[in-house]
């Protein structure tokens, strides 16, 4: 919600793809500074308790459902240190929310939830134009084609 309510800096907006492979090179330890400042401003979002993180979830959410439908998907935002068009941040959410449900479930060793089928159509595509723009497309064809002849890992960030 807070990314629709700052405007954007006037500069070129990224796309998805771009985004995370500007943000998120592969191998990147997680004590680096970028990594060091994620975590910190999610502890500080997450606030003190479960309760309290779920009660401002909600409110966001109610607040989505009011503020998306108004906007237009070529309208721009600013993500975490880049602009993009409301459309292509869209997408760099659902990846988060993919990701980091499949982490939270695993955590708690319970099932992940399914991925709706549009969604995670567009999670995949986008995590594998990414991976394609950090490795090359030839890494990436092997990996998803030739188990034998692929890199050991091949992964988007």
Do not use: C, K
């Given at each position: ?133 950090h490795h090359g497309a030839l890494p990436v064809i092997r990996a998803l084609s030739r188990k034998e002849r692929g890199p050991e890992f091949i992964g988007a960030f």
């Open positions: 919600v807070d990314s629709l309510d700052t405007e954007a800096p006037d500069e070129a907006p990224v796309d998805a793809v771009e985004y995370f492979t500007v943000s998120y090179e592969p191998g990147r330890s997680p004590h680096e500074e970028f990594n060091t400042w994620i975590r910190e401003i999610s502890e500080q979002f997450a606030g003190t308790s479960a309760l309290e993180l779920a009660d401002r979830f909600d409110v966001a959410l109610a607040a989505l459902r009011v503020a998306l439908p108004r906007r237009a998907p070529e309208e721009l935002v600013l993500g975490i240190r880049r602009v993009l068009r409301l459309d292509q941040w869209l997408i760099t959410r659902m990846i988060e929310l993919a990701v980091h449900i499949d982490d939270l479930a695993v955590s708690l060793d319970v099932p992940t939830p399914a991925i709706p089928a549009e969604a995670a159509d567009l999670v995949i595509t986008t995590l594998a134009r990414t991976a394609t723009a």
